[in-house]
């Protein structure tokens, strides 16, 4: 199949690329950074802009309740879960912290994780660790890539960690992690479960139930579409029956009902902050309408079919080497080139149109130990990318390495 006839839910990519603007003047391959953001989501943020600044912010937020619970229940569906079990919150890294927090950690508690967990929660991981005594057990890697499942499970039998976290997409490379098998190991053995689907949010299906985890954070700005700014973090019944809550908490997120005592909100209200962006919330909304009307399925499809085709060609350029490895790969590539730091590759490659973005050891220091580089280039393409693209790419870095 030609990827440039792929129709995504009877429409065409060129109708795609239309409801797209920056695709006019740019080769767009930094999806996993920020995505280029479609119409539709861009019309909701300007419109509630708009709207504050005609009436006023308060009452702004007061005319558009309908709708922020609109976005709520098109976010929740994107992942399989009621809408009033996803909280709103600032980004990815900030569901993660308000989950971690919600941890009754104490000294000698567990933390079981992987080698690929971004590099935010890496650090505070062992922020807990300093500050409370909690231990850090990362499994190892598989010999094909991605976390060794029968050292995942053994680490879980045999430590019985407060929590097993798990990023599902590195920022660092194309590896999917298998959360699913992860989250019946965590189920089995009654172990709280926090995934980071910061990665995988927008370009693949996502389904909580399945997952079988009580924490999933995500932002809008990478795969989903959306606007910088905004994110959310969805929470299981289990986490709320058992009355976790944020260390952390405002009177958005519980009523103070006598002096000395609050009561938090009974859903995932608990993790949301009053003061918020109404407008990137309604942006978010609309980009998991989008996402959803295109279809999940499709989007995987095509992204990895670009991806895959990537990983095929680029090797074809000199001292150039794909990073990637495990046994499920998505939309993201990740190359080192021998002799050149990524970040001037970045900066090469902008000034030609075309946007990638660079990944330091300081982002993945086991995975980029492992792998003996201290630079990657990262080029991740997204549904609306064409294959002459990615001929544009290869043609601008052998352009590039020729100098």
């Not at 976290?165 to 590896?175: A, C, D």
């Not at 606007?227 to 908490?249: N, Q």
């Not at 998991?288 to 350029?317: C, F, N």
């Not at 030609?352 to 003996?372: C, H, P």
Request: net charge negative; proline share 5%.
């Amino acid at each position: 199949m030609n990827l440039s006839d792929l129709s995504l839910a009877d429409l065409s990519l060129a109708d795609l690329r239309a409801d797209t603007p920056g695709c006019a003047h740019r080769v767009h391959f930094n999806n996993a950074g920020a995505a280029l953001m479609p119409k539709p989501v861009v019309d909701a943020v300007h419109a509630h802009i708009d709207l504050e600044a005609e009436i006023g912010g308060y009452e702004a937020d007061a005319q558009v309740r309908d709708s922020l619970a609109g976005a709520h229940a098109a976010v929740a569906e994107l992942v399989g879960a009621a809408p009033d079990r996803v909280a709103f919150v600032e980004h990815a890294t900030a569901a993660v912290s308000a989950a971690l927090s919600a941890v009754p950690f104490a000294p000698g508690d567990v933390i079981a994780t992987t080698q690929n967990d971004y590099a935010s929660s890496q650090i505070q991981y062992l922020s807990l660790a300093r500050r409370f005594g909690v231990e850090i057990v990362r499994a190892p890697d598989a010999p094909e890539g991605g976390v060794d499942l029968v050292a995942m499970e053994e680490i879980i039998h045999r430590r019985r960690p407060k929590l097993v976290t798990v990023t599902h997409v590195p920022t660092n490379s194309g590896l999917i992690q298998d959360v699913v098998s992860i989250g019946t190991m965590c189920r089995a053995r009654d172990v709280l479960y926090l995934v980071d689907a910061c990665q995988s949010v927008g370009q693949m299906p996502i389904d909580v139930e399945a997952i079988g985890c009580d924490f999933l954070a995500a932002t809008a700005r990478k795969y989903l579409r959306g606007p910088r700014g905004v994110g959310f973090l969805y929470v299981s019944d289990r986490v709320l029956d058992a009355g976790l809550e944020p260390l952390f908490i405002d009177m958005w997120g519980a009523d103070w009902i006598d002096a000395d005592l609050y009561q938090p909100a009974p859903d995932a209200r608990r993790f949301e902050w009053w003061e918020r962006s109404v407008a990137l919330a309604l942006g978010m909304g609309a980009a998991a309408r989008y996402a959803g009307d295109i279809g999940l399925g499709p989007i995987r499809d095509r992204v990895r079919a670009l991806a895959s085709t990537l990983r095929e060609r680029l090797p074809a350029l000199p001292g150039l080497r794909v990073l990637d490895r495990g046994r499920e790969l998505g939309a993201t590539v990740s190359v080192t080139i021998d002799g050149h730091d990524a970040k001037d590759l970045v900066e090469e490659l902008r000034l030609r149109g075309i946007n990638t973005s660079a990944q330091e050891r300081v982002y993945a220091v086991l995975d980029f130990d492992a792998k003996g580089v201290e630079t990657a280039l990262r080029i991740s393409p997204h549904y609306y990318n064409l294959e002459s693209e990615i001929d544009t790419l290869l043609d601008a870095l052998a352009d590039v390495l020729a100098d």
